[in-house]
């Protein structure tokens, strides 16, 4: 609409006319999305972008709907023809224009007034397992995924079957996961030349991208694939996740600490243009010695795949062969194309800074460091971590949500607060600085001063001190993103089991109540939620290890941890120097302290602790029995 209709003078005549104009980001201000998204649905029966809302003075709608021409056509009004007769019936029918708004702005209201938490009601791990029976009838068994065209990553999927398969041993559970990992790994949905994910998959095989591509995409990518080889070793996972890293630093990294929003789908006008090649380029520019079997085994040929061109990709017939040997026998091929691809026009690139998709970044960073053992991953992590506590704060303590040209702006919500403190809980577990803890229960706490509804429970998506809107929403479903209420049940939940604090136990309880009979009749819409559930469902495996404080290395300790694998494990490092800090945050540890003047593990199931071992064998049998 803003090349066919805001462009065009006739078109912005009748609304510099007629109209106050308001263009929103919605990823600046996602509360007026989420609020005026909600409208168009009640008002139309269907939703989408771009979003069209005709409102009175009073910000009440009384017209919505999504994409519109510039003339009518096939049914559809066009602008020319509908903003007019929009003034109109403003001018002329000041009370049907009365009605409708305040039907609309009552039903918003009556909405939120009806909400009701399922108290008293108990989840048990049947409403995980009917969640990975629906999972397996959707399951696509040749292409991976759970749904028809168009296919989006969703990897909070794979996570929470991964999770599901180590706690279960649940084997297709697993297979489904890595082998929709796999395939969009092989499809062109993923960056064969440059790295990196596209936002999603226009067909079934993840061949056909939307060229776009997103920070937190790869953020959540990036976490998926570094759990998919913790849960098996195989370095293939290991490959796309530190070329997933390459592409954002290279790409979407921002001098200064933090990290762009994304690349735009098309340059020079043409979506897909600077990815794609056709036949005759790769002749051009490719070894001639080289260039058929280069077309063979990335999927390339004469006709092409996209509009004449080539996207490249990995075809079925190469699935067996390890990806890595593929890419090393044409690695100068690869190198030569991404030079080539340098010199062409670029996407455009989103250049603001959303504290959200910052903090997926940052966290999943900062996990991808930990298990792949890469100190410049957390060091990068941090660096992130520390840009938004020192650009996105206000004077006052308050989190914002946008920075672009040095200035941050717009009150921060509760999705921004949510992946902040699960951000700072993975920079704990990559460090095992407790102020990154300290950090996580502090976002916390504020989350729930600003966003918790403590009558209904649950978090609204804007503060308490936000602009007032038609409405005040609560967002759970998790789609492409996992949502702040469902990140907020997860990071609930881990402080709840790693600290052992009153509050943080009630609040988790309430917050699984709100939305329990959403999450029940419809689980694999809400597949973070689920991982909450998992940390309350199954026997949780906590571990603290006392430092004394003439011995400082306790390497040997964490490097078992490392090998050890558990999806439900809390690990708290006390040394002298952090003992008084831990002890505030987790009270049950000032009884975890070094024997016999030596580095002590202490090994627990759901809190129910074996006996403190100095030795590291004897931790290393601990953790074998808690995993078993």
Known sequence: MERESFEDEAVAEILNREFVCIKVDREERPDIDQVYMSVCQAMTGQGGWPLTIVMDSAQRPFFAGTYFPKVSAYGRAGLLELLPRLAQVFRSEPDN??????????????AEQEEKPARGAVPDRSLLESAVLIYKKNFDERYGGFSDAPKFPSPHNMVFLLNHAALTGDEDARKMALHTLRAMAYGGIWDVVGYGFSRYSTDRAWLVPHFE??????AL??????????????????????KIVIYVLRDLGAPDGGFYCAEDADSEGEEGKFYVWRAAELREWLDAKDVDEFMKAFGASEAGNFEGANILHTPHSFWDEP???????????????????????????????????????????????RVFKRDDFIARAQRASDWIETHMVREDGRLLARYRDGEARYLAYQEDYAYLAWAKLQLYDATYDPDHMARAVAWTDEMVRLFWDDQRSGFFFYGSDGESLLARPKE?????????????????????????????????????????????????????FLQALQWLLYPTSEVV??????????????VALTDHVHPLRSVLVVSEQTRSLIQSLAPYTIDHVPREGKVTAYVCESFACKAPVTNVNDFVRQLSMSES
């Open 476 to 528: 759970v479903y998790d789609g492409a993103l996992p949502s702040g209420n469902s990140v907020a049940a997860y990071v609930l939940a881990r402080l709840r089991a790693m600290l052992g604090q009153e509050r943080h136990r009630e609040w988790c309880d309430r917050q699984i109540a709100a939305f329990y009979r959403d999450v029940k009749a419809h689980p694999v819409g809400y597949a973070q």
């Open 545 to 558: 290890i006392a430092i004394p404080e003439k011995t400082q290395d306790a390497s040997p300790f964490l």
């Open 221 to 242: 990518l990036l976490q998926a694939y570094t759990l998919a080889f913790q849960m098996t070793r195989d370095p293939f996972y290991q490959s796309i996740a530190e």
């Open 213 to 218: 591509k997103m920070l937190y995409d790869n």
């Open 323 to 369: 990806m890595e040997e593929r890419e090393k026998r044409f690695s100068s091929s690869l190198t030569r194309l991404f030079e080539i691809r340098e010199k062409r026009v670029r996407p455009h690139r989103d250049d603001k800074i959303l504290t959200s998709w910052n903090a997926l970044m940052i966290g999943a960073l900062a996990y991808a460091g």
């Open 97 to 110: 224009v009365e009605r409708v708004a305040s039907q609309i702005s009552a039903a918003l209201k009556r």
